[in-house]
Structure formats: structure tokens, C-alpha cells
Nanobody, 126 residues
């Protein structure tokens, strides 16, 4: 079992930055993959970014690549998503997700994650 709690988010202007944090508790060994997904009103939940505890490999959706950075702190059991150059299209509820032993091809599939945070709203104004 893994418990996830998000923090951060809020209101930002286009071109600004936001920092989202996700604290994990429970089973957080090296097999864990932690990810961020987002869901805008009327749209499906989409992958944003992920990091594997074992090896620290990171992955990004094309929509945020180059302007977002995901980092993990194993000692604090925390993952942080720094988003820069925000766009109105980034407006969504952002969810932290985690699961163990995911294969690479499954990292972007929300159906493969068993553990989810409660979500945090990000609103970007133009």
C-alpha cells in the first residue's frame, strides 16, 4: 500500500511557474514509479510526468517537455514537479499516482496505477 498526499498548485498567470509536491508513505521501495497526471474539465486524465525510484529515470509528456522538471527525494519520500512557462492549457486538476513494477510502456497509462492522491487544482490565467 502507498498513500499519497499532494500539495502546491493554485492560481498562476501565463508564463509563470508552479511547484507541485507529492509525499508518499507506505511501500516506497526502488520498484516504485511515481507520476503526475492531470485532468481538465470534460477531458480524459492525461499523463504529465513520471520518475522511477530505482535509477531515477524521468519521463515527460510532449506537452510539458522542456518546461517541466520532476525530481524525487527518497529520504523525504517526496516527488516534486516544477512547471515553468505555464499556459492556460495547463489548467487542470493534477493528481499524483504511484505503482510498483510498471513496465516502461505502461508509465503513461493511468489505468496501470493503483495508488492516487486526492488531486490539486492548477489554474493558469491568460
Amino acid at each position: 500500500q502507498v498513500q499519497l498526499v499532494e500539495s502546491g498548485g493554485g492560481l498562476a498567470q501565463a508564463g509563470g511557474s508552479l511547484r507541485l509536491s507529492c509525499s508518499a508513505s507506505g511501500r516506497t521501495d526502488s520498484s516504485l514509479t511515481m507520476a503526475w497526471f492531470r485532468q481538465a474539465p470534460g477531458k480524459e486524465r492525461e499523463f504529465v510526468s513520471a520518475i522511477r525510484w530505482g535509477g531515477g529515470h524521468t519521463y515527460y509528456a510532449d506537452s510539458v517537455k522542456g518546461r517541466s522538471t520532476i525530481t524525487g527525494d527518497k529520504s523525504k519520500k517526496m516527488v516534486v514537479l516544477q512547471m515553468n512557462s505555464l499556459k492556460p492549457d495547463d489548467t487542470a486538476v493534477y493528481y499524483c499516482a504511484a505503482d510498483t513494477r510498471l513496465i516502461l510502456s505502461s508509465i503513461g497509462d493511468p489505468e496501470q496505477y493503483d495508488y492516487w492522491g486526492q488531486g490539486t487544482q492548477v489554474t493558469v490565467s491568460s
